[in-house]
């Protein structure tokens, strides 16, 4: 009889805890889909081009992704910061966050802008062929400016989930949508009486919706009653205590999320090497699974928003709950959303490729088997993902950064290189170094928030193991 009752209550503990979970978790997972729309529609117009452009466009992206996900994760730290003092009523101290997110906005993409000069001789020197090298920083060169519009909306998107409204977010980015399908369009293939600019119009529609996305997102907040009351110029001001806060959460989270992106960008230009149709080929795949890692990325910020609440007020057993629920939702999620690489995958892939490139049976059989090998990896990326999310929750961000460095790139990096390069298993070596990496990442980051949470539970007189 006890043990029914005790099974009951936690039944009863768990189930409105996985609800929050998801309701906090949808709008954001949406916005996520409508966000890495704009990346999707960018290579699909690519693959319209043809294989070099999918290729070269394809390394661009992924090389402005590393950087841009570096800044996010800079302001990422402004969003539990946010959640903490709103938890507290405290509203100066919400605004000093919002202007530290926008101060170290700024300085990375300044940064970044500079970095981004200097890619095309690397990028020889590591192998690429030469005129997919010129391609790209030509791309990027184009929509290097775009970086400031995007971090300032990144900071704003995160002062607004801070404060639980991602409302906003959504109906901006569907509208962005809009924009950049009818700028390719345009600047793509020369409407309007425009001239056909092909490449070169996807990057200046990207660095286009970026400015605008802003502006729009900016002007909604300002109209919006509760949001706006923290935009009083008066009231605004740099805070250097503040900034120290952003900066020392930040930190650690722009380092892990560089080296997880950085990992991936490192085994892209390694199958860069292998030629432009594995290049052309990786482009494709990365892009499914990252849209499907949306979906967890949503879960990840959802869980470690309601993990930052009950931190604040040393609630460690309903933290406990919430970590692991966000793992299991996102763990599922995956593998439902893996169906259809196993059963349709021709279908998936003829979207993003030319009739041309359709018709080569070997770039076909080469993606199909990516997409198989994609429908167990993107479980382990999501393990990693929301572990990330739930140890930030309770305020480490160090721990994910070291042990993103061992999974990456003491164990996924040798592994990738040694199957792909070593024993000659080409791509498919290297898409399962790949999976290694983020599996032995995932399981560091879950034992790491289990002990974290075991020893502060047994600090506080309680037991988070035996609840």
């Not at 605004?236 to 952003?246: C, N, P």
């Not at 961000?397 to 993103?404: A, D, E, M, R, Y």
């Not at 460095?405 to 990096?413: F, K, Q």
Request: aromatic share 10%; net charge positive.
């Amino acid at each position: 009889m006890v043990s029914h009752h005790k099974s009951s209550s936690l039944s009863v503990a768990w189930r409105p805890d996985a609800q929050a979970i998801i309701w906090l978790a949808l709008p954001l997972i949406l916005t996520n889909f409508a966000h890495v729309a704009l990346t999707t529609i960018d290579i699909l117009f690519m693959g319209a081009l043809g294989v070099k452009q999918i290729a070269a466009g394809g390394l661009a992206i992924a090389l402005f992704n590393q950087l841009r996900t570096t800044g996010t994760g800079l302001v990422t730290s402004v969003s539990n910061l946010v959640a903490e003092a709103n938890a507290r009523k405290d509203q100066a101290a919400i605004q000093a966050l919002l202007v530290s997110g926008f101060f170290w906005a700024t300085v990375a993409g300044v940064v970044f802008i500079v970095l981004i000069a200097l890619l095309e001789q690397p990028l020889i020197w590591i192998g690429q062929d030469p005129e997919v090298a010129a391609l790209t920083v030509h791309f990027l060169m184009i929509i290097a400016p775009g970086f400031l519009p995007c971090l300032w909306f990144q900071t704003l998107r995160h002062f607004t989930v801070g404060l639980k409204y991602p409302g906003p977010l959504l109906a901006i980015t569907l509208i962005s949508i809009g924009l950049t399908l009818a700028l390719n369009y345009v600047l793509v293939f020369g409407k309007l009486g425009l001239p056909a600019l092909g490449l070169t119009g996807i990057a200046l529609t990207t660095a286009i919706v970026f400015f605008l996305s802003f502006f729009m997102f900016f002007a909604v907040v300002l109209l919006n009653h509760k949001l706006s009351a923290y935009f009083k110029l008066s009231e605004l001001k740099l805070d250097k205590t503040a900034i120290a806060s952003v900066w020392k959460l930040g930190l650690p989270i722009a380092g892990t999320y560089a080296s997880e992106a950085g990992f991936f960008s490192v085994l892209t230009l390694l199958i860069g090497t292998l030629g432009v149709n594995a290049l052309a080929a990786q482009t494709i795949i990365n892009q499914i699974v990252y849209i499907v890692f949306m979906i967890s990325a949503g879960i990840s910020h959802s869980a470690s928003i309601l993990i930052s609440e009950a931190y604040s007020i040393q609630d460690y057993r309903r933290a406990r709950r919430l970590g692991y629920l966000g793992v299991m939702i996102g763990c599922i999620s995956m593998l439902v959303m893996a169906i259809p690489y196993l059963t349709i995958p021709e279908h998936i892939i003829s979207l993003f490729i030319s009739a041309d490139a359709s018709s080569q049976q070997s770039m076909m059989s080469l993606m199909v088997s990516g997409l198989a090998i994609a429908a167990l990896l993107q479980v382990f990326d999501a393990t990693q993902n929301i572990g990330n999310g739930i140890l930030r929750g309770i305020g480490d961000t160090v721990s994910p950064f070291k042990l993103s460095i061992i999974g990456y790139w003491l164990v996924g990096l040798p592994a990738a290189w040694l199957l792909g390069k070593v024993l000659a298993f080409g791509v498919y070596g290297i898409w399962f170094g790949l999976m290694a990496g983020l599996a032995f990442t995932g399981g560091l980051l879950l034992y790491s928030f289990h002990r974290r949470l075991k020893t502060l539970s047994a600090a506080n007189g309680s037991s988070v193991v035996n609840h």
